[in-house]
């Protein structure tokens, strides 16, 4: 059975037509066992409010299950003392927390208006038809050996080097329809190439233990937290340092602008 939500209710209701969320995410019943109960306690012990650790939370559920289902929206409530809505509004809003089960690589084109110009919008046409899925879909059982999720990104925050795509949010940068096509064949055979920069690959549910803050996973090897940045983005930056040029000082006061009368 499914679980829907109803917004106007704290709780959840049942839909018994469909899969349970255990089983929707090829899981057992109970996958939090006392291991990750543990290391959910090592989360919100490092905020002075609870409810702060729930984004961290939300990458440990999925480093467990591939996805967050409802039973990890439960489990996070659980935690923090929230409501389900509550841990669901923020799991909807955030485009890193998914649904459906991923692929041992998420494959992340950026489409937004520049990298689109240069390419973007032609690399993500090749790999959707190389993998025949669309936005948010898996080319093979999801968490198996060379198994792919596509989707389109917003923005990967790397305009300079447009086309980029990433795989499990390290960057490939300067793409190329056929440079694309290369790096997702490779997957598929198991054999992860090395990004343009940064940590070399893992799989997806490592990458999303890391991001919950544990770095004691298969992908905590040599190099696994290496800086993703490079010589053109901190430019500015570097000709700043070598010409001595500084921001103004903030001033101890600032005279600040009337509120306006809203009556």
């Not at 650790?53 to 659980?78: I, K």
Request: aromatic share 6%; charged share 25%.
């Amino acid at each position: 059975m499914t679980e829907q939500f109803d917004y106007t209710r704290t709780e959840h209701v049942l839909d018994p037509s469909g899969p349970t969320p255990a089983e929707h995410a090829g899981s057992d019943a109970d996958v939090f066992d006392e291991r990750v109960r543990a290391e959910a306690g090592a989360i919100i012990e490092r905020y002075p409010d609870s409810r702060s650790a729930l984004l961290p939370m939300l990458h440990l559920v999925q480093s467990v299950q591939g996805c967050v289902t409802t039973e990890g929206m439960r489990f996070c409530a659980e935690q923090l003392a929230l409501s389900t809505a509550e841990v669901n509004a923020v799991v909807t809003f955030y485009t890193m927390y998914k649904r459906e089960p991923c692929g041992k690589y998420l494959v992340s084109v950026c489409t937004n208006t520049l990298c689109a110009a240069m390419g973007g919008d032609e690399t993500y046409r090749a790999l959707s038809e190389e993998l025949g899925v669309g936005h948010e879909e898996t080319a093979g059982t999801p968490g198996s050996e060379g198994s792919v999720t596509l989707e389109h990104a917003e923005c990967l925050a790397a305009c300079d080097f447009a086309p980029v795509m990433q795989v499990n949010y390290e960057y490939f940068d300067h793409q190329t329809a056929e440079r694309a096509l290369e790096t997702v064949r490779a997957l598929r055979r198991g054999e992860p190439p090395h990004p343009t920069r940064g940590a070399p690959l893992t799989d997806f549910k490592d990458t999303e233990r890391q991001l919950a803050g544990f770095f004691d996973g298969p992908g905590a090897r040599e190099g696994a937290t290496a800086s993703a940045s490079a010589p053109e983005t901190v430019r500015g930056a570097e000709l700043a340092r070598q010409e001595g040029w500084t921001a103004p000082p903030m001033p101890d006061e600032v005279d600040l602008p009337p509120v306006p009368d809203t009556k």
